[in-house]
């Protein structure tokens, strides 16, 4: 049930763009998108709704593929606070309230 | 508002002990998780309750247990540690479920058991 995060990793120089891929295999009710620097608690970013309601960053995009169970992480003109692993967690439709996360993917920009 | 908080920050143990994870939240969160976190692995789900009175197993539930005390308290307990539970233990909390709040994490416990 565990969401497949794709790159595993991306170095980045500051200005460039990157997009992070999540998916599943069982239908989705929500994709969360979550940052987590080394040493800290991973804190959100955004949540994108079936049916096409999104909630979160201003300065960051993603997109919601429902019927292929899909989620891109669109991160442009990348700043040196952008480094840090990025997570996306699902709720999986079938009743239960659990969210769960992928692998994540380890994003460094550099200088 | 201090958010989740987890006590203690930091945990050494030895194999065979007990041990009580504690979690905490202000923010009146219907939901709450317990996740673990290894290297390479992501985050984890080892338990999550619901609502107050209600827990469900995650995807890794072996040689935990959990007890959602009132709305703002979540436990998680460590009957007889091993040296597979080192890890780093997340505390989480969403108003409603994940299907349309955030999560909230807490700062970690970093828990070694040797």
């Known amino acids: 049930q565990q969401p497949v995060q794709s790159p595993q990793a991306v170095i980045l120089r500051e200005g460039e763009d990157a997009v992070i891929n999540c998916s599943s295999s069982?239908?989705?009710?929500?994709v969360h998108w979550y940052r987590q620097k080394h040493g800290e608690a991973p804190v959100f970013l955004m949540i994108l709704l079936k049916g096409g309601e999104q909630k979160g960053h201003d300065k960051i995009s993603a997109s919601f593929n429902e019927k292929k169970q899909q989620s891109s992480l669109y991160l442009t003109a990348s700043q040196l606070s952008y480094s840090g692993t990025y997570f996306c967690g699902t709720a999986i439709q079938g009743g239960s309230e659990k969210l769960v996360f992928g692998k994540g993917t380890k994003l460094t920009v550099n200088p | 508002n201090a958010g989740v908080t987890q006590t203690p920050k930091f945990q050494v143990l030895k194999t065979g002990q007990s041990m009580t994870l504690q979690c905490a939240q202000d923010m009146n969160h219907n939901s709450m998780y317990w996740y673990r976190q290894d290297p390479g692995m992501g985050l984890r789900l080892i338990y999550y309750?619901?609502?107050?009175?209600?827990?469900d197993k995650g995807e890794v539930p072996n040689g935990y247990n959990v007890s959602r005390l009132n709305k703002r308290e979540f436990s998680l307990r460590l009957e007889s540690a091993a040296p597979s539970q080192t890890s780093v233990y997340f505390c989480?909390?969403?108003?409603?479920?994940?299907?349309?709040?955030?999560?909230?994490f807490g700062q970690g416990t970093r828990l070694t058991v040797v």
């Open positions: 309750s619901a609502s107050e009175g209600t827990t």
């Open positions: 989480a909390s969403s108003y409603l479920g994940p299907r349309n709040t955030e999560a909230f």
């Open positions: 069982k239908a989705l009710y929500s």
